[in-house]
């Protein structure tokens, strides 16, 4: 069936460094992928998202690009800040079927 | 716009008693999705319902039951609750379509006592 593996955290970096975190799908077909995002006590909240292969969804700093060759959808910052600290779930969808998400990554920055 | 709603934010419960947790989605949204999450299973599909009919469902057992009224308002039902129901529900919602997004409100989170 579908899955989805991202890295396991925790992610600790400094503010300002580079971020990446990786994840792979396993899908048949060409799902859609996103990236959410869930800060402390809250929900979640779509990050960025990309629907065909080669697509590069972008927001607030964050980029990922979706790689049929390679199955993965890896998520990167160049400059993280310490608002930047959350969960980061990555999660692909098909037509008719529900998200199916990564187990998230937890990314602390510190000042 | 307004984005999706859940009532009630926290609550307790005590085993064996049931409860019932509302959504409003997105205005014009007709798909609603419920999960689970818990930090031993992570994000886990509860079931779906577009157009007041279930459309997926995960693998849960019967005591968790849906339904969706007219208005694309949801609810979800857990009855003879378990300790291991206390989680963070969360209610979605979106457009129909593969690539629409699919946009989570802020949860209840269950605590059963």
């Known amino acids: 069936g579908n899955s989805v593996t991202q890295m396991e955290g925790p992610v600790t970096l400094s503010e300002e460094a580079f971020l990446t975190i990786n994840c792979t799908y396993t899908?048949?077909?060409?799902?859609?992928l996103f990236w959410y995002v869930q800060y402390p006590g809250e929900g979640l909240q779509l990050l960025l998202k990309?629907?065909?292969?080669?697509d590069k969804g972008s927001n607030k700093g964050f980029e990922a690009t979706y790689r049929k060759e390679t199955t993965s959808f890896h998520l990167e910052k160049g400059s993280v800040q310490v608002s930047d600290s959350a969960v980061y779930f990555c999660?692909?969808?098909?037509?008719?079927?529900?998200?199916?998400f990564g187990k998230g990554t937890t990314l602390s920055v510190s000042s | 716009k307004a984005g999706v709603t859940q009532t009630p934010r926290y609550l307790i419960k005590t085993r064996g008693q049931q409860v019932t947790l509302s959504c409003s989605p997105i205005?014009?949204?007709?798909?609603v999705s419920w999960y689970q999450q818990t930090p031993g299973q992570g994000l886990q599909f509860l079931f779906e319902y577009f157009s007041e009919t279930q459309r997926n469902k995960g693998n849960f057992p019967g005591r968790f039951s849906g339904r969706q009224f007219s208005n694309s308002r949801s609810e979800m039902n857990v009855s003879t609750l378990e300790l291991g129901d206390s989680a963070l529900y969360l209610c979605?919602?979106?457009?129909?379509?593969?690539?629409?997004?699919?946009?989570f409100g802020e949860g209840s989170w269950l605590t059963v006592v």
């Open positions: 979605a919602s979106s457009l129909e379509g593969l690539g629409n997004t699919i946009y």
């Open positions: 899908a048949t077909g060409y799902p859609s």
């Open positions: 990309a629907t065909k292969a080669d």
């Open positions: 999660a692909l969808r098909q037509a008719g079927t529900a998200l199916i």
């Open positions: 205005s014009g949204h007709r798909s």
